[in-house]
């Protein structure tokens, strides 16, 4: 089946550090990507959509100076999280589609867990 | 406003039990939805979805869930709980596959 697999799986920096995450799709190819941020027992919240390469979209409310999206190709998305604070402290998760299968249902990372201190 | 709704926070059961999860939708046409489950520092996996068609979807790990256009619900059940179906339960609904909204999550005890 599809495997996306994300990159790191927890991140621990000072505050002002700035934190990349990789998503990749291992054995498929995804035009689009997603990007999620959960906090601890919450749902997840759609914070962008990366587009191999185009721009992300990104939700309202969504930094995106803040939040870097790259979509440089097929199988790997980044999200790097600039100058990071204690309050970007949270669990990403993202997920992708397959390509060019409109009735695929996204299939998700393992997250990374991210804290700032 | 698009939403999903999970109106259970937490649920236990003990292992054996039948287990129903709920979940109803706002959306102005009938979107296509999932059912994901989320074990602790997880990601998630999905468990079932529904596009069209028949009405009671069957998934994995014994899942299945029933559409009900009427009641714009799509409640998960399984009809005997194992201790390792202990974990967060998501519904999301979404109009096509990409832009996914999910409900706040049941998080499932089950006891022994």
């Known amino acids: 089946g599809a495997v996306v697999s994300q990159h790191p799986s927890r991140v621990i920096c000072k505050s002002g550090t700035s934190v990349k995450i990789e998503c990749r799709s291992l054995d498929f190819q995804a035009t689009t990507m997603f990007w999620y941020r959960q906090f601890p027992k919450q749902s997840l919240m759609l914070m962008a959509t990366?587009?191999?390469?185009?721009?992300?979209?990104?939700e309202q409310g969504v930094e995106k100076d803040k939040f870097l999206i790259n979509h440089a190709s097929l199988t790997l998305s980044t999200l790097t999280v600039t100058s990071a604070h204690p309050e970007d402290s949270s669990f990403y998760i993202c997920?992708?589609?397959?390509?060019?299968?409109?009735?695929?249902?996204?299939?998700f990372g393992d997250g990374t867990r991210l804290s700032i201190l | 406003a698009q939403s999903v709704t999970q109106p259970d926070i937490h649920i236990t059961v003990s292992e054996g039990a039948s287990l129903e999860l709920r979940c109803n939708y706002s959306?102005?046409?009938?979107?296509?939805l999932f059912w994901y489950v989320q074990s602790p520092g997880q990601g998630l996996q999905l468990l079932l979805k529904y596009f069209s068609g028949d009405t009671l979807v069957q998934g994995i790990k014994g899942f299945e869930a029933e559409f009900k256009r009427s009641q714009s619900s799509f409640n998960l059940r399984k009809p005997s709980v194992h201790w390792s179906d202990a974990a967060e339960y998501f519904c999301a609904a979404a109009r096509n596959t990409d832009k996914l909204i999910f409900g706040t999550g049941t998080r499932l005890q089950v006891f022994p």
């Open positions: 990366s587009n191999e390469g185009s721009k992300a979209t990104y």
């Open positions: 997920s992708a589609n397959l390509r060019g299968d409109g009735n695929q249902p996204q299939h």
């Open positions: 959306y102005g046409a009938t979107p296509y």
